[in-house]
């Protein structure tokens, strides 16, 4: 698979905020854009992930097959909010997203499609096991988090968009989200991921965003 960007605009209220980006991320590649608040770091993903139009440009993936024609079948958005209502529980809200986004399976080291976990599994895998019964209102900042991240899990996409991913994230828990990056990237993922902090990755391609010339 490949993710392809050409020379993507995007604009915020109607104004430009940047232009002229371009990328082309192969399987099991990540890109760390970075650059001070404004820039445009946050719309650039949401225009990759279709949320808003390029204006101009165009992002396409290549290589996707029947389960993933286009980018906005092949990603995973993580933005600044969690997408978790809070009168639910943890595993119902968890439970809704594997129903609405579907298991497209997830290619093993063989090749061969392997299911993505349940919502248990997943919530032992970011370390927040047997909390799945609590509102997710009632968890912390950290956790609130760490049950975003876990949405990753139970349904595999091939993109993972990360905006800001490891806010409200203690150190244990951001080693271990690096961990299941770098996890994803190994098993062929592609991940684009706009942030401040050190990800825990290492030969990623870089995008700073807002430099002169």
């Known amino acids: 698979m490949r993710l392809i960007a050409e020379n993507l605009g995007g604009e915020r209220g109607g104004e430009p905020v940047f232009s002229g980006i371009g990328f082309t991320l192969d399987k099991g590649e990540a890109l760390v854009v970075t650059g001070p608040n404004g820039v445009g770091k ?3 993903l949401r225009v990759v992930a279709g949320l808003l139009p390029a204006r101009p440009g165009r992002v396409l993936v290549e290589g996707g ?28 809200n968890l439970r809704f997203w594997r129903s609405f986004q579907g298991d497209s399976g997830q290619a093993n080291s063989a090749g061969e ?29 950290g956790q609130k988090r760490r049950v975003s991240i876990a949405k990753l899990l139970v349904s595999h996409r091939p993109v993972w ?11 244990a828990s951001e080693e271990r989200f690096a961990g ?19 990800l825990g990755l290492e030969g990623v391609k870089q995008l700073r965003m807002g ?3």
């Open 65 to 92: 097959g029947e389960d993933f024609p286009t980018v906005a079948s092949a990603c995973h958005y993580l933005g600044h909010l969690n997408a978790m209502k809070t009168a639910l529980s943890v595993a119902e």
């Open 113 to 141: 499609g392997a299911p993505a976990p349940g919502v248990e599994d997943a919530l032992k895998t970011v370390g927040l096991g047997g909390i799945g019964h609590l509102p997710f209102g009632y968890l912390s900042t």
């Open 42 to 44: 946050s719309t650039l």
């Open 180 to 198: 299941l990056m770098r996890a994803h990237l190994e098993s062929g993922g592609i991940l684009i991921a706009a942030t401040h902090l050190p």
């Open 211 to 213: 430099e002169a010339g």
């Open 161 to 171: 968009l990360l905006d800001e991913p490891t806010a409200g994230l203690d150190k």
